[in-house]
Every structure is written in C-alpha cells, then in structure tokens.
C-alpha cells in the first residue's frame, strides 16, 4: 500500500490474525491524505510514507477526520514501513511483551522493532510515546539525529539505548515523561532544590514534645537527628521519656511518622530451658583370699567357724589359740563406690592336727542411677539479653609472696539468652524466634588437691532458629567409659581353672549423658 500525501500524517498499523489496520490522523498542519491505491497481495504488505514538503492542498481540501484502512493478508505476514526521501523509517510494532532481563535491569514493554537513518530523535520519541502509551515531553536540549536498527527489543530497553546514545535523560511523573539534556534535567533539579531550600528557611519554626511510650527517648533521638533541617533542634528528656523537638511544620510532620513507626510495643519472650544429666554406673568384682597355718595343737584345742565382718578380720576359736590373717594370696574383690564388698569365709582343720586352712571369697556388684533436671525460666524483651544464674562460689587458696590469697570459682547453673523475634507480621501465624544462646552447668568434681576440688564444666554456646512455642535441642554430650582391670600373681594367675586362686577381677561401665532443651514462647499481651 502507497500513500502520497502532502505532510507526514500521523498514522498507526496494527495487525490481526489475517487484516492489517492503518489509521491516518490529522497532523497538526491540517494535511490532505491522499489515498494512491490499494492492493490485495498474497505476500508481505509493504507501507510507504513519502514527504513531500511545500506541497499543500487548498484549504477546502484537507482532511478533518480520522481515515482507516484495512487490508486484508494472509496469517503469516510481515509489516515493513518505510519513509521515501532519506528521512524517518518507523517503528514494527510486535504485540508481543515478554520481559527482557539484562544484568540488574529487567525490560517490560512491548517488543518493537526500528530503522532509522538520520532520522530526528524528536519522532522517535513520538512513535515511542505512542507504542507505550505514555506522554512525553520534549524538552529544548533534545536536538540530533539518529541512525540505529533495533529488531525485537522491548520499547523500554530501545528509550534507555536512544538517550543514553545522544546524552538525554528523563524524569517520570505518573505518565509523563520529561526528556531533556542531562545539563538542563540537573539545573532544573538544582532550581528545584534551592525553591524549596528557601521554603524551608521561610517556614516558621515550631515547638513540639513527643511521648514516647516504647523506646528510650535517647535511643531514639538517635537514628532521628538526621531527619531535622540546619536550623532544627532536638532533645530528650529523661524524666518524662519525651522528645522535645524544634523545627518546621514539614519536618514535624516527618519526625511524626518516623516516631509512630519506630516507637512500638515490643513483645516480651519466655524462654523455658531444661538441662537433663543422667549417669549411669555399674561395677562388678571378683576376689580370693587364702592362706594355713601349721603348729602344736592341744587336744583340748578345736576350731570353728565365725561370722566375718570385713576382709581382714579375726576368726576366733572357743579354745584359747586363734588364726591370724596373714593371708598367703591376698586378693580381695575391688568394687569402686563400695566402702566394703560382701564376702563368705571357710576354715579348714582337723581337730587335734597341727594344719589349718582358711579361705575366702568376695564378690561385690554395684549399679547406680543418678538423674539431675534443672529448668531454669526467664522473660526479656525481644533484642535484648537475659541471664539467670544458680549455684555457689568455690573458694580456692593460693600462696605468693604477697601471701596466702582465697580466689572464688562459681560452680553454677547460667543461662545467658538474646531473643530475637524475625517477623512481626499479624498475618503470620506461627513466628520464628532466633536465639543466641550460652548455657552453663559447673559442679564440683570428684577430685580434689590441697588447692581445693575440681570444677567440670559443661557448656553450649550456638544461635538456633526456632518457632514460636517449639522445643529444640542445642547441645548433647554423652560418655561411655568401660574399664577391666585383672590383678593377679605372675604366671599362677594365667593357669586354667587354678588361675581364679591367684587372681582378681573387676569390671567397669559408667554413662554420662548431658542434653540441652529450649522451648521460646512469645508472650501475648
């Protein structure tokens, strides 16, 4: 299709599935659209504009109104639109939006595609201003011409390229867009800035207290220095947890918003820690003890068996002679945790004879199960840190030349916490609460020195994410000792079966098992 008209009109193509629309529009010159002929072709449509300037119609011949034109085509078509006289090529228009994303910058407008030869910027951003439905405005410093082939980029990516090129920028408001030379974009920003610096200064200055309700006053006057102009003033009051404020109308306002922002109810966690021991001991043992005696006996003479109190104790006869306990295999059953281990005796003799045998075993076992559960509590505002403590201070003596010094050593249960709550989003139904936790359990050891006992120490130190009224565990320490320990006489031990009578025999297994537990919960006011 071929128009000759006698000023460039303004004029639009869109296509369907099998049509293609070309509207023509009134320029602001008022020209006369002449329509050259229409074509029905099988292949592409082809659209030329040719300018041709001087040539007007009279006056009783220019078009008022808006012409459109339809051509028909096939489905798969392409539309090429050219300009005659080595001026403006215009636009492709794509229906096709799909976005572009380009290293930090993602592009969101509609695909175009452009051909230009020194073509005047000014109808470029004109067609682009109609693909994208924004309206520009062209400010004085926009004056250069163009050549540039884009095919199928988003209108928004070919704008930025286009002034980008020729030094231009451009300021948004809603949908207008002022495109204009960096230089004059930069001074009129400076004029607008020193307006209103000048506004700023002629406002009257204003006197205002702010209650805070939440927050220290001092804390918060802060982070809201900043927000006061040159001539702006502000200081806080203890007593009354208030800041006193001097500054415009307009930074009043700002200092308003910015405290009811800031100055809210901060919500107070429980955190609920429970610190489990349990040990587990058990020991066994296995001993002998044996010896004879050989001497003159009187007929009158007899021996007997007695209870046995203790592992060395005196078996005492109804006669006036007795046995001492100067035991040729002494081996007594080692049981550890057992002041003394249970045993049965025998004595051997013939009465009237000048031979006594005594004998004796021991056997002892033990099985012990302690269990400690401490459950210390404590509430704090949320981003702050709490400490509870229980438990007692050890002294310890140390000698210097300065002297004989006591140094105390706490053997204590702490729990050291900062909750900090990660979204405070009504709409959230269950918050998570991120914990710095540092839990301690110290007791006094088993062993001891002429400087005092020994500490153990147990503790955890970690940050864990937890939702609100769940339980985690943060730590978990657990010990398995096993001993066996045989004590014999060398070689005689080692024999089968008579191995036992030179020999004893213990066995050892302790557990220990430490586990750390916290359960959070937000406190609902």
């Not at 085509?73 to 976005?99: C, L, N, W, Y």
């Not at 400010?139 to 002034?163: C, H, I, R, Y």
């Not at 974009?185 to 702010?210: G, M, N, P, Y």
């Amino acid at each position: 299709l071929v128009f000759d008209v006698a000023e460039r009109p303004i004029y639009s193509v869109t296509r369907d599935e099998n049509k293609v629309f070309i509207t023509l529009k009134p320029s602001e010159r008022r020209t006369n659209a002449m329509v050259a002929g229409s074509l029905e072709k099988k292949g592409p449509s082809v659209v030329v504009l040719k300018s041709r300037k001087g040539l007007y119609e009279p006056a009783d011949r220019l078009v008022k109104r808006t012409v459109r034109i339809i051509s028909p085509t096939h489905t798969q078509f392409k539309i090429q639109r050219v300009q005659m006289g080595g001026e403006a090529v215009s636009p492709e228009k794509d229906e096709r939006s799909d976005d572009l994303v380009v290293g930090q910058t993602r592009y969101v407008g509609r695909r175009i595609s452009l051909d230009f030869q020194q073509a005047d910027i000014t109808n470029i951003l004109r067609l682009i201003a109609e693909v994208s439905g924004f309206n520009i405005v062209v400010g004085e410093g926009v004056k250069s011409k163009v050549t540039m082939k884009l095919v199928s980029v988003p209108w928004d990516q070919a704008l930025e390229m286009l002034l980008k090129m020729n030094g231009l920028g451009m300021i948004r408001q809603g949908s207008i867009v002022w495109v204009d030379s960096l230089a004059n974009i930069a001074k009129q920003q400076d004029e607008e800035a020193r307006a209103k610096d000048s506004k700023t200064k002629a406002e009257e200055l204003v006197d205002r207290v702010f209650y805070i309700r939440n927050l220290q006053a001092q804390e918060l006057m802060t982070s809201l220095r900043q927000n006061l102009s040159p001539r702006g003033l502000m200081q806080f009051n203890a007593g009354s947890n208030a800041l006193i404020v001097r500054d415009t109308e307009t930074k009043l306002g700002i200092i308003r918003q910015l405290v009811e922002g800031l100055d809210l109810e901060v919500p107070q966690v429980q955190i609920e820690a429970r610190i489990v021991q349990a040990d587990t001991v058990y020991a066994r043992g296995l001993g002998i003890q044996w010896g004879f005696q050989a001497g003159n006996r009187t007929p009158t003479d007899f021996f007997a068996l007695s209870n046995l109190t203790g592992p060395f104790s005196q078996i005492a006869g109804t006669g006036s002679s007795t046995i001492d306990r100067n035991f040729l295999v002494n081996l007594p059953a080692q049981v550890g945790g057992l002041p003394a281990v249970p045993s049965i005796g025998w004595t051997f003799g013939k009465l009237g004879g000048d031979f006594a045998l005594d004998m004796r075993l021991s056997a002892g076992e033990l099985l012990g199960l302690s269990k400690v559960i401490a459950a210390p509590k404590i509430t704090t505002l949320d981003k702050r840190e709490a400490k509870i403590s229980q438990g007692e201070s050890i002294p310890f003596q140390t000698t210097s030349l300065q002297g004989t010094q006591t140094t105390f050593v706490d053997a204590n249960l702490e729990l050291n916490v900062t909750p900090q709550i990660t979204s405070r989003d009504p709409k959230e139904e269950s918050k998570r609460i991120l914990m710095r936790v540092r839990a301690t359990r110290n007791a006094v050891g088993a062993r001891s020195n002429p400087a005092g006992p020994s500490i153990d120490r147990r503790e955890a130190t970690t940050q864990v994410i937890v939702r609100d009224g769940e339980t985690m565990v943060i730590g978990g320490v657990f010990v398995d000792t096993q001993g066996n320990n045989v004590q014999g006489v060398p070689y005689l031990s080692r024999m089968p079966v008579l191995g036992w009578l030179f020999k004893n025999k213990s066995e050892t297994v302790s557990k220990q098992e430490l586990l750390i537990f916290l359960t959070p919960s937000i406190i609902k006011t």
